[in-house]
């Protein structure tokens, strides 16, 4: 089992829809989980940061916690062209240290 | 606040060269982290340092890898006797621990081509 899972995709949603990207861990213990957004041929740029259960809001997008299930998700409301990117997720494993553990990244396609 | 710069961007050497890569963090993040990142697939971690220690290094780094933060400000990533499966991109992010947070930025990233 990775340790980080998400769905290659592409994830094809149309212009102005809600994009719902989702991610789950193996370490139960994981206290720290980020979401990336990357470009092709870019380097990864922070987008969220969630450490509770629960729902944290940041403009359009929503981090979506849930430590009992191992999940987390990441909402794009009135997804834009410019969203289409890969949406890698990544958390901080207990005992790992400060490093992360990253998914393989969701391709999100956003379509007029 | 600028951001975490590397150089250079991109690198192509032939096999069994060395090379070196730079990474200038965030002022006053205290730590630093070099990822690899290979096509379809998420960064991976390689080494991390806080201030000039380098506090962990992967199990899956080789021994032709290796880096430097000599006075806890930029880093170093040097890789011996390269090889084609060293082709990749080479990131490199800093951190401050804030409220017991720990948020890493990436910098632009190395591009390794080995021939």
């Known amino acids: 089992q990775k340790e980080v899972e998400q769905n290659s995709g592409p994830l094809s949603v149309p212009e102005g829809a809600i994009a719902s990207l989702n991610c789950t861990y193996s370490?139960?213990?994981?206290?720290?989980f980020f979401w990336y957004r990357q470009y092709s041929g870019k380097s990864p740029e922070l987008i969220m940061s969630i450490y509770s259960n629960g729902d944290k809001e940041d403009g359009r997008f929503t981090a979506q916690l849930n430590k009992a299930s191992q999940y987390v998700s990441l909402l794009i409301r009135d997804s834009q062209p410019s969203d289409s990117a890969t949406y890698l997720c990544a958390v901080n494993p207990p005992g790992g240290g400060n490093k992360l553990t990253f998914g393989t990244g969701t391709q999100l396609k956003v379509e007029l | 606040d600028t951001g975490v710069s590397q150089d250079p961007r991109h690198k192509i050497t032939k096999r069994g060269q060395n090379v070196t890569f730079r990474c200038d963090p965030i002022?006053?993040?205290?730590?630093l982290y070099w990822y690899r990142q290979t096509l379809g697939q998420g960064p991976e971690f390689l080494t991390y340092?806080?201030?000039?220690?380098?506090?962990?290094k992967s199990r899956l780094l080789s021994d032709r890898f290796s880096a430097e933060r000599p006075k806890g400000s930029f880093s170093t990533l040097e890789i011996q006797r390269t090889e084609q499966g060293d082709s990749a991109m080479y990131l490199c992010?800093?951190?401050?621990?804030?409220?017991?947070?720990?948020?890493?930025?990436f910098g632009p990233g190395t591009r390794l081509t080995v021939l």
């Open positions: 340092f806080q201030n000039e220690a380098q506090l962990e």
């Open positions: 002022s006053e993040h205290n730590r």
């Open positions: 992010a800093s951190s401050r621990r804030r409220q017991g947070a720990d948020t890493q930025y």
């Open positions: 370490d139960r213990g994981s206290q720290s």
